[in-house]
């Protein structure tokens, strides 16, 4: 699957994004399972957009090959990622994921290989193993901000930038 938005823009709102695959809640059970992802603009991107909003949702991800090129900024909602997840409960397994920003490297831009960056309800538990991450122009592979009962192990990470912070969960809760 090919989402080539090839004009894009930063709209302060997430607007002019390329997506593969969004879903939205309440479902479970969902699977995106041994795909070629390839997404890229000159805005925000995800190869994989999933969230709860509507209601609860189970995902599981894996097998794929994912491709983003975007623009990352500082802007929450003008995100540059391979997968974003808002969902209760994400298996995330055996995926090579590249993430290249081509709109150049600050700390604080959202450019990540796998993320739970933007809000949304409930606790969000999720399981990132044996992943292949790569992230060009961002600071971290991983960044989950607000993770209940995370394992993120077993996976290959590669940043250009902070290679010690390639992994960041905030307010893990065990």
């Not at 609860?56 to 894996?62: A, D, G, K, N």
């Not at 298996?91 to 920003?101: E, K, L, P, Q, R």
């Not at 930038?161 to 809760?173: A, K």
């Amino acid at each position: 699957m090919n989402a080539d938005n090839s004009g894009g823009y930063i709209g302060g709102n997430g607007t002019g994004a390329a997506y593969c695959v969004q879903l939205t809640g309440g479902y479970t059970g969902a699977v995106i399972s041994n795909n070629t992802l390839t997404t890229q603009n000159n805005g925000p991107n995800a190869a994989i957009y999933s969230q709860n909003w509507n209601g609860q949702t189970s995902v599981t991800i894996t097998g794929n090959t994912i491709a983003v090129t975007g623009k990352g900024t500082s802007t929450t909602w003008d995100l540059l990622t391979g997968i974003e997840l808002q969902d209760d409960n994400a298996i995330v397994s055996g995926n090579t994921i590249t993430v290249n920003n081509n709109g150049g490297y600050d700390t604080g831009y959202n450019v990540y290989g796998i993320s739970y960056c933007q809000y949304s309800p409930r606790y969000h538990t999720y399981s990132i193993t044996n992943n292949t991450v790569t992230v060009n122009g961002g600071n971290y592979t991983v960044y989950i901000m607000d993770g209940h009962y995370c394992n993120v192990t077993g996976n290959t990470l590669n940043s250009n930038y902070f290679d010690v912070q390639r992994v960041r969960i905030i307010h893990h809760r065990l």
